[in-house]
């Protein structure tokens, strides 16, 4: 992901410096223009705003508590995947020592940054966001969810929640038709999928009580988990099935 926010910075005209963990690993970056630096404060000092992109919480810590005294009176943008209380806490360390902050979620896989789809969420002052926004804007849609550092991270995580628990149903619709030694494949392309795209606006839409009724729901899904148990699948896979049953049983209490 940082190769690719590199790489994009770099085709929209931006002097972009470098630095990776592993030494040597920008050479197609150095190639095309970037400075690799060899520290992180070469890096930090090269200009006033700082993206970092690293694997979690703990390698930004480590990697920024050397060079702290650098970022002091710049901005630090962090689009590295964490909790909301990750960010919130990495935001009053990082004003202690007089760092403009704000943090990021990426929407987007690395193909995907610098193109129409991609989104980054960023949290933090307003007035912040506003001023490093066109700077950002190569790279994806910018948008801003709060003055709360922790709301970036909190909607990039909900968000996320929201595709694996979509992987988590196709994965056992999957299972349940291989299962029954249905065509994978055919069912895949002509059923799930028109099907799924049919009922995704469904899911945002406010459902009349009377055509969603819950106990006949309920109904519903305590089906779908007694077919899945008479087919063998792994109960685990239908995990999500279990979790909503539960909300519509306790809804019908």
């Not at 630096?37 to 919480?57: K, M, Q, V």
């Not at 459902?207 to 969603?212: A, G, H």
Request: with cysteine.
């Amino acid at each position: 992901m940082g190769r690719a926010l590199a790489s994009t910075l770099l085709k929209a005209g931006h002097e972009v410096t470098v630095w990776n963990r592993t030494p040597g690993k920008a050479g197609d970056l150095s190639a095309r223009g970037a400075r690799e630096a060899p520290s992180p404060e070469e890096a930090i000092e090269a200009s006033d705003l700082t993206i970092a992109c690293l694997l979690d919480d703990a390698s930004v810590r480590e990697t920024l508590a050397p060079a702290i005294g650098k970022l002091t009176g710049r901005t630090l943008v962090n689009l590295t995947s964490g909790s909301a209380r990750q960010a919130r806490e990495l935001a009053g360390w990082l004003e202690k020592h007089g760092v403009r902050f704000l943090a990021g979620g990426i929407l987007a896989v690395p193909p995907a940054v610098g193109t129409d789809e991609a989104v980054i969420l960023y949290s933090g002052p307003r007035d912040l966001f506003d001023r490093v926004a066109p700077a950002l804007a190569p790279l994806a849609r910018p948008h801003w969810v709060g003055e709360d550092h922790g709301y970036a991270a909190l909607y990039d995580m909900g968000a996320l929640s929201g595709m694996y628990g979509m992987i988590a149903g196709v994965s056992h619709a999957a299972a349940l038709v291989h299962a029954e030694g249905g065509d994978v494949e055919t069912f895949t392309r002509e059923v799930l999928q028109p099907w799924m795209e049919q009922m995704l606006p469904l899911m945002f839409a406010d459902v009349d009580p009377d055509e969603s009724n819950a106990e006949m729901q309920a109904t519903g899904l305590e089906t779908m988990i007694s077919t899945s148990e008479e087919a063998g699948v792994p109960g685990d896979l239908a995990g999500h099935l279990r979790a909503s049953l539960w909300e519509m049983r306790r809804a019908t209490a």
